[in-house]
C-alpha cells in the first residue's frame, strides 16, 4: 500500500466556485477516489484561501470585514463542493486555526 497526500488547488475565499473550478476539483475527486478503490491510502485536503488583495477589495466593497467574507464563502464553497460529492477529507480556510495544527 502506497500513502498519497493529494490536494487541489485553493479557491479565493472571495467568490464562488465556478466550472472552471470544478473540472479541477472533479478530476482529483476521481483520481483520489481510483486509488483508493486500488488499496492505497490517501488523504485529500483542500482549504479556501483567506488571504489576498482581491478579498480585502470585495470586502471594503461589501462594507464587510475580510474575515466576515472569509467565513460566508468558505460556507458557500463546502455547500458547492458536498452537491457536486467532491468529498475531501479536510477542508479548512487558510486562516482557521486547523489548518495551522495539522
Known amino acids: 500500500m502506497k500513502k498519497f497526500l493529494v490536494t487541489s488547488a485553493l479557491p479565493y475565499a472571495n467568490g464562488d466556485i465556478h466550472i472552471g473550478h470544478l473540472v479541477e476539483y472533479i478530476q482529483t475527486d476521481i483520481f483520489v477516489r481510483f486509488l483508493r478503490l486500488v488499496g492505497d491510502d490517501v488523504l485529500y485536503v483542500c482549504a479556501s484561501d483567506a488571504h489576498g488583495a482581491p478579498i480585502e477589495i470585495n470586502a ?14 468558505h460556507q458557500r464553497h463546502r455547500t458547492d463542493f458536498s452537491r457536486y460529492e467532491i468529498g475531501f477529507d479536510e477542508f479548512y480556510s487558510t486562516d482557521s486555526p486547523d489548518a495551522h495544527t495539522q
Not at 60 to 73: D, S
Open 60 to 73: 471594503a466593497k461589501r462594507q464587510m470585514t475580510p474575515q466576515e467574507l472569509v467565513a460566508e464563502f
